[in-house]
């Protein structure tokens, strides 16, 4: 069984940068497809981007291109993602998700001045 575990969230102000972890345990990550996706108060959760693991591609949604950057980590396990350029549209709680059928408990990114 996978586990996920995000962490890093926090509150900035606008123009600034988070790193948001993803940490795998339970088993070595392998070829899975590792998603962010984030959720905005009243608002339905969001794909926000992809890493092929470890590091054999990504994708991401229009809004963040540019911006948000992910990469694999082999030894740590762990998934990144760097953030740049938050604006408060950025705002919600950020989830990583594994193949689909992992969810981690969440943590919250709040951007505001």
């Known amino acids: 069984q996978l586990q996920l575990v995000e962490s890093g969230g926090g509150s900035v102000h606008p123009g600034g940068s988070l790193r948001l972890s993803c940490a795998a345990s339970?088993?070595?990550?392998?070829?899975?497809?590792i998603k962010w996706f984030r959720q905005a108060p009243g608002k339905e959760r969001e794909y926000v981007g992809l890493?092929?693991?470890?590091?054999?591609?990504?994708h991401f949604r229009n809004s963040v291109k540019g911006r948000f950057i992910i990469t694999g980590d082999i030894p740590k396990n762990t998934v990144f993602l760097q953030m740049n350029s938050l604006t408060p549209e950025d705002t919600a709680v950020y989830y990583c998700?594994?193949?689909?059928?992992?969810w981690g408990q969440g943590t919250q990114v709040t951007v505001s001045s």
């Open positions: 339970g088993r070595v990550l392998s070829t899975e497809v």
């Open positions: 890493l092929r693991w470890p590091n054999s591609g990504t």
């Open positions: 998700n594994a193949d689909d059928q992992f």
